[in-house]
């Protein structure tokens, strides 16, 4: 599929979130074991450790790279907040999250279904960065989602919250 941005390689994503870290290699290793990712690419620095990869998930991309003194770019804050929040869909979100609190996540959000018809819950990775992890489980119209929402807003404490 050609993209509609000119400037654009083929297979590349016109836009391709990058993660800063301290660690590239375990964060890729996290990516790949945890959440499913495959490593297209992997760049040492000069010490000879990864300095930056590209992973895929599915038609997806996400560059890991490593801390670099010359770009105002750094990893997330030691206190855990982070103003991105990565929202990722898998093909079992309970599976998933718990494969990530084993490999040292922190759950932030439990495992819930919420009324747009996506399962999540949300966990920190070692390395600090913030996912949403979703499994679609209903699909449903804009008009339920309406519906629900209108219902959450009124207060009825039966409808999951956002």
Known sequence: MASQYKGVPEG???I?????CSDVETEIEFCCDV?????????????GRAQHAMLLFGSAMLMIEGEN???PTRPPNPDGSSPVVIYLYVEDVDTT????????????VPVETHFWGDRIGWVQDPAGHMWTIATRVEQTTEDQ???RWSTILSGDASTPNP
């Open 97 to 108: 999250v718990e494969r990530a609190l084993k490999r040292g996540c922190r759950l932030v």
């Open 145 to 147: 989602r309406r519906e």
């Open 69 to 71: 003194p010359e770009v």
């Open 12 to 14: 590349a994503s016109a």
């Open 16 to 20: 391709i979130p990058r993660l800063y």
């Open 35 to 47: 959440l499913g990712a495959v490593e297209g690419v992997r760049r040492p620095g000069p010490d």
